[in-house]
């Protein structure tokens, strides 16, 4: 765990120098210095008052930098093409078992021929078109602004049936790297 930097970083970002922090929170320069430098670890209390200091969260402070936001830019992201009938899906970001993506459905395109179940949980929104989604015996056409959801473990299949391409934006919760 690297909380030096990170204190560090918030301190230079907020342009407070150690003598300040060390005069707003009662700890000593050579403290905060070794601390910075990860030559000494703080106790919670400790970092408690450094956290209310820098006016961050505590739990902050302890995220590893593969837990701090994650930026995907618009030319970093991938793109496939489903089942070639005119769906285009666009990864737009993922965290854990959480996957966001944004589905290009061309008129008359589908998620497949057939319905198609696997684990996890979607949500959809519609963003713009019309599409027919379908589970079990339920059926429903949804247009612009319309969101649903559902168990993904039970078959289902969207087709788009207006007149101009459907676009939906996706969350994807699974435990499983098997979806869409």
């Known amino acids: 765990m690297d909380i030096g930097s990170a204190v560090r970083s918030i301190r230079k970002k907020r342009n407070i120098t150690i003598a300040e922090m060390s005069e707003g929170t009662g700890l000593s320069k050579g403290f905060i210095s070794n601390m910075e430098n990860n030559h000494t670890s703080p106790s919670l209390h400790t970092l408690q008052m450094i956290a209310e200091f820098l006016h961050v969260p505590l739990p902050y402070l302890l995220l590893e930098n593969h837990q701090k936001i994650r930026v995907l830019r618009e030319h970093e992201r991938q793109q496939t093409i489903h089942n070639n009938q ?15 993506q944004r589905v290009d459905m061309a008129p008359g395109a589908s998620t497949g021929k057939e319905p198609h179940a696997h684990a996890g949980e979607e949500c959809h929104v519609v963003l713009q078109g019309t599409v027919l989604a379908e589970q079990g015996e339920d059926s429903v056409i949804l247009e612009d602004g319309d969101s649903f959801s559902w168990n993904a473990s039970v078959p289902h299949y969207v087709k788009n049936i207006g007149d101009t391409n459907a676009i939906l934006l996706i969350s994807i919760y699974s435990d499983e790297n098997d979806i869409l």
Do not use: Q
């Not at 005119?86 to 966001?100: A, D, N, P, Q, S």
């Open 86 to 100: 005119g769906v285009k899906v666009e990864h737009l970001t993922y965290k854990g078992g959480l996957r966001m």
